[in-house]
């Protein structure tokens, strides 16, 4: 079992950085695969990155060169560094952990940008 709260989310200018921050409890979660979602207004959730239980990471096309996704497997902790934030990119933003036919979110994060 793992739990996950996210935290960082805020209000943000264009052109803007934030980062978010997953935190999870529980045993083993150096085993999980970590991704970000995120859901933003009458929209269907989407994947934004992921990282392997390896370190391996992909993201989505929308997102790239803008996004870091990383872990920190002693601190159970896994972060999205958001760099030239844009207007589309806000939404709730959801952490998720996964291994197997397991899988478990966090609440979201509110994430918007304007000016």
């Known amino acids: 079992q793992v739990q996950l709260v996210e935290s960082g989310g805020g209000l943000v200018q264009p052109g803007g950085s934030l980062r978010l921050s997953c935190a999870a409890s529980?045993?083993?979660?150096?085993?999980?695969?970590m991704g970000w979602y995120r859901q933003a207004p009458g929209k269907q959730r989407e994947d934004v990155a992921r990282?392997?239980?390896?370190?391996?990471?992909n993201y989505a096309d929308s997102v790239k060169g803008r996004f870091t996704i990383s872990r920190d497997n002693a601190k159970k902790m896994v972060y999205l560094e958001m760099n030239s934030l844009k207007p589309e990119d806000t939404a709730v933003y959801y952490c998720?952990?996964?291994?197997?036919?397991?899988?478990?979110w966090g609440q979201g994060t509110q994430v918007t940008v304007s000016s």
């Open positions: 998720r952990a996964d291994w197997g036919y397991s899988e478990y």
């Open positions: 990282i392997t239980n390896g370190g391996s990471t």
């Open positions: 529980g045993s083993t979660f150096s085993i999980y695969a």
